[in-house]
């Protein structure tokens, strides 16, 4: 028992670490990729704090030899975006989780904003941000990054508020038994399990952010326009200018960059994230990654973790709380209090449909109203049909994939590229399509809403198709169940809770594609699908607030309601009667 | 060793009237009613009783985790008055799957601010008693179920507990599993090698309970109470089959049968059953095969639950279910540890599919008032329909909204069996239309 003494996990003190262990080959490689990464930060930053006028200066210029460079820009704003939203995300939620008061305001906001065009947002914010810094690049900057944060926040708070409230009964009986206190439970227990979940979401928001950076970089709010640098701006310049090539640059720039990304971020982070999942057995498969086993390997630059395992321990010495026999009452609330706040909630809520009214009824008419409201049934239409087409073309495949673990195995991971592949930048070349074979844009720009968005759909059918039991396909085919009654009693069902998810997915990431979707350019030609989505990018170009406040809201209200009317009623019935037990 | 009659045994725990219940207050949700408790030193005490006898609402009063509606728990400071400390070892076990064995035995010692080297010696040291050696760096997914048990056991002792509270800690593991545990857990006591002054055991097992306990308290269900108090001055190490353990097994087994028919019978009338009777959920397969083991030899129409439970090997978690479930219907008596078959289960028995509906559904109009009730209002009905809604929401004026849950779906599935009625779940609504 004396071999076992260290845990194979601990960092062992510094001046130990440096007597003993020297650096190893794997210490070399994830060295120079880590300083390499430090950097491309440094340098990426320092570009920020510079004024606004450089912009003008040094404008985005399509060189092929600038691309790294718009790349590392581009990068560097996601992931000061999701490091807001992570840092957004522990503070809302656990507020959420440990106050009912909170609860009540927060899950139905969150609810809320994870299903509301965020890209109809980007008018206001610019101006706002521009106000807060002016001059500066860092206002701009700010104003993208806040774009893609709201892309990324709402589903990863959404998600840690959920595991928050469901950490298993008796581990949250264990700590409140030995009287851990709050600091020490969240580090314990709350956060580990959250992690898994976490993750996912991250990943997931990071997808739907390559989207919204690209829309965002490039930002023209009635007379002012202001590209920043990066990928999106290089996109918008392209277009423009009508070059092919430049835009063939871009997509190849945003494939590499995903790519990268993928393997040096979250590949280790989810083979990381997989000892915190919650389960008692042993996995068959384990998620692997290539960057992950380099850094496990590496001796010397465990070195690395000892201040953020410090960090941990400062932490757990910090909060000195009485670890006291904990008992207590079911919470009571005083009922007086509980009426106060109801009163106080009802108040702003009031107020805030008296301002929102009073803003838009200013220089609006109820025909505005009903010309939105038209143009929101056409989006609608376009959703519905391109939703049911993308099921058609892609459920079959799926199915078939998933069923073959070979197969799936390895066109898994490429669903989930394509999926994190922003679609917009794809857009130049259906604009070309279009324009040269005179199609109607009415029909044929619609196909675009659904081009990132159909994903979902595929990986989450394989993911569906491939937990089949297989005695249940046995069972299928002892009694010859082929062709049609196969699908109809043995597939659909069976991926179908898997199904619901990726179409839901789908269906919200479609609405907000409108907006970039039904009107598109190429140089000077502009083409325009009649919808939601073009109402608003014309408002917005326009510099029309009002108009632009009035088809947020109505996109609002119509995903909301068709999520609350169609895809929640069909996701209870999937887990009431078709979840596999 | 007979440490129940140690003449100076110091109380640890008190337990005053408690009484728990959940959700809306009232009769509805209670679980526990007024449950006078002592613990003293150097004793394991055994609760026994069905799930739903409020024991681990009990055993969560104690640990703390929990404060009772009504009435107190102290626990009692010795002679320097340091109060005595508790611990809990989990059914589930409970373990940090993202923690190391190591890491979660330390865990109790951490929140307690115990420094790092000491933490970690007296974490080897407990690790080390339980026979984990060797898989201190494993992670709890690595282990077997009783490992996994063992880990929980140690995380519970590290922290020096004087009393050690154990939620059904052997029901998840496999039988042989089980009593190796428990044989160890039984020589650590005996040898006075762990800390611990006294034990407290939560179990459905009755042989567990005879086996283990310095005392016994039987606990009866709907609301918890103690039913009895029972003394098991056996020497240890006890053996299953000496004729003493056996008598104070069927004893108990009496002891929990005798119960349920004396409570309804106060004013002379036979058990009732009324709308308000919670009714548990048993397949009808179940009571059709404890009919017929029953029925067939050896038993022959009689048989000791203690017997039953030991030839189908089921707990008496399972078993009292099933057999009170017969009773309700007057398939079956109980009374004294033994099930005694009804003359029309006997016909039952011997009867073939059709005919066996038939009887049944006849015992279920006429014993179960919540079937009948069904029934004439489906008859009543022009529709024959009625929404199983308007049921639930009766029920649950007379019990909470789990049991009304419960009860609803009991007998849904009788009526089902018995044809009686028919139940579309999609609709949620009760018919008489069956599909031919």
Request: charged content about 20%; overall charge neutral; some cysteine.
């Amino acid at each position: 028992m004396k071999v076992a003494s260290f845990p194979a996990r601990a960092v062992r003190p510094f001046s130990r670490i440096l007597r003993v262990t020297p650096p190893n080959l794997a210490d070399l490689i994830a060295f120079v990729l880590l300083a390499g990464g430090a950097v491309m930060i440094v340098r990426g930053a320092v570009g920020v704090a510079e004024p606004l006028s450089r912009l003008s200066i040094t404008p985005v210029a399509l060189d092929p030899w600038n691309l790294p460079w718009y790349a590392l820009r581009t990068t560097l704003r996601m992931f000061a975006a999701l490091l807001a939203s992570l840092v957004f995300t522990l503070v809302v939620a656990t507020m959420a989780a440990r106050s009912k008061r909170a609860e009540q305001i927060i899950v139905p906001a969150l609810d809320i904003l994870q299903s509301v065009p965020i890209l109809g947002f980007l008018t206001f914010t610019v101006t706002f941000f521009m106000h807060l810094f002016p001059g500066q690049q860092l206002g701009v900057e700010c104003a993208a990054v806040f774009a893609i944060f709201t892309s990324q926040a709402w589903n990863m708070a959404f998600s840690f508020y959920q595991s928050l409230r469901s950490v298993p009964s008796d581990l949250e009986e264990v700590s409140r038994g030995f009287g851990l206190s709050p600091m020490r439970r969240f580090l314990r227990l709350e956060l580990p399990f959250a992690i898994p979940g976490l993750v996912w979401n991250a990943m997931m928001s990071m997808s739907g952010g390559w989207f919204f950076v690209v829309a965002s970089e490039a930002i023209t709010v009635g007379n002012t326009t202001v590209a920043l640098p990066g990928i999106g701006s290089w996109l918008a310049l392209a277009i423009q200018r009508q070059d092919a090539r430049a835009v063939a640059w871009a997509v190849g720039a945003m494939g590499v960059l995903i790519l990268l990304y993928d393997q040096l971020f979250f590949r280790p982070i989810v083979a990381w994230a997989d000892r915190y999942r919650f389960e008692q057995t042993a996995s068959a498969e384990q998620p692997g990654s290539w960057a992950y086993d380099l850094f496990r390997r590496t001796r010397l630059l465990k070195l690395l973790m000892v201040p953020l395992l410090g960090c941990g321990r400062m932490l757990m010495m910090l909060d000195r709380m009485p670890a006291a026999r904990p008992a207590k009452r079911d919470d009571t609330t005083s009922p007086i209090g509980e009426i106060v706040w109801k009163l106080i909630v009802a108040l702003l809520l009031v107020a805030a449909v008296w301002l929102i009214v009073d803003y838009v009824g200013r220089t609006l008419s109820w025909a505005d109203a009903f010309t939105a409201i038209g143009y929101a049934c056409l989006t609608l239409l376009r959703v519905i049909v391109l939703i049911a087409v993308a099921s058609l073309i892609w459920v079959p495949i799926g199915v078939w994939i998933g069923l073959r673990p070979r197969w799936a195995e390895r066109l898994q991971p490429v669903a989930q590229f394509l999926a994190a592949f922003p679609a917009n930048v794809l857009f130049p070349f259906a604009v070309l399509a279009i324009v040269r074979w005179h199609l109607s844009p009415g029909i044929w720009l619609s196909p675009l809403m659904v081009l990132g968005t159909q994903w979902y759909i595929l990986f989450n059918v394989i993911a569906g198709a491939s937990v089949i039991p297989t005695d249940m396909r046995e069972a299928a085919s002892m009694f010859g169940v082929k062709g049609w009654q196969w699908w109809r009693s043995v597939a659909l069902p069976a991926i179908f809770p898997y199904y619901v998810t990726g179409a839901l997915t789908a269906s919200g990431g479609s609405w907000n594609a409108s907006i970039v979707a039904e009107a598109v350019s190429w140089g000077d030609r502009h083409l325009e699908a009649a919808g939601l989505g073009s109402y608003i990018a014309d408002a917005t170009v326009a510099g029309d607030y009002p108009r632009v406040a009035l088809g947020i809201a109505t996109m609002s209200v119509f995903v909301i309601a068709f999520n609350r009317l169609v895809w929640r009623p069909m996701y209870a019935f999937a887990e009431r009667r078709l979840r596999l037990a | 060793m007979a440490t129940t009659a140690a003449p100076a045994a110091r109380p640890l725990v008190q337990v005053d009237a408690v009484s728990h219940s959940y959700g809306r207050s009232g009769a509805a949700g209670q679980v526990l009613e007024n449950v006078d408790l002592t613990l003293d030193e150097n004793e394991i005490v055994g609760l026994l009783g069905r799930s739903g006898s409020g024991k681990s609402t009990l055993l969560r009063s104690i640990a703390g985790l929990i404060r009772p509606s009504e009435g107190e728990v102290r626990l009692l400071p010795d002679a320097t008055g340091t109060p005595p400390s508790v611990s809990m070892v989990f059914q589930t076990f409970a373990l940090f799957p993202w923690l190391t064995v190591l890491q979660n035995v330390e865990l109790g010692l951490e929140a307690q601010r115990v420094p790092p080297a000491e933490r970690r010696t007296r974490a080897l040291a407990a690790i080390d008693l339980i026979g984990l050696d060797g898989f201190e760096n494993a992670y709890p997914k690595e282990l077997s179920g009783g490992m996994r048990q063992r880990v929980g056991l140690a995380r519970a002792i590290v922290v020096n507990p004087s009393l050690l509270l154990m939620d059904e800690p052997f029901s998840a593991l496999d039988v042989l599993t089980a009593e190796t545990l428990r044989t160890d857990l039984l020589d650590l006591w005996a040898e006075g090698r762990m800390p611990i002054k006294s034990i407290l055991i939560v179990t459905h097992n009755i042989e567990e309970a005879v086996l283990m306990c310095d005392r016994i308290l039987v606990f009866s269900s709907n609301p918890g109470r103690v039913a009895a108090e029972i003394v098991v001055d056996l020497p240890q190490p006890r053996d299953r089959l000496d004729p003493p353990f056996r008598a104070l097994v069927d004893d108990i087994y009496a002891q929990m049968t005798a119960r349920p028919v004396a409570t309804p019978s106060r004013d002379g009338t036979p058990a009732g059953t009324t709308l308000a009777t919670a009714l548990p959920v048993v397949s009808t397969n179940a009571m059709a095969g404890l009919i017929e083991e029953v029925d067939a030899a050896p038993f022959d129409g009689t048989a000791s639950m203690a017997e039953l439970a030991d030839s189908l090997q089921l707990e008496i978690d399972e078993l009292f279910p099933i057999a009170e479930a017969l009773q309700l219907m007057r398939f079956a008596d109980l009374a004294g540890g033994d099930v005694r078959l009804t003359p029309s289960s006997r016909q039952y028995a011997s009867a073939d599919v059709d005919q066996r509906k038939a009887i049944f559904a006849q015992a279920l109009l006429a014993h179960v008032p919540l079937a009948q009730h069904i029934r004439r209002i489906l008859d009543d009905r022009a529709s024959h329909a009625a929404p199983a809604r308007r049921f639930r929401d009766e029920l649950e004026d007379h019990m909470s909204e789990d049991y009304a849950d419960e009860t609803l779906r009991a007998v849904t599935h009788w009526g089902r069996y018995a044809e009686v009625f028919a139940y579309d779940e999609d609709r949620d609504l009760f018919s008489l239309d069956n599909p031919t």
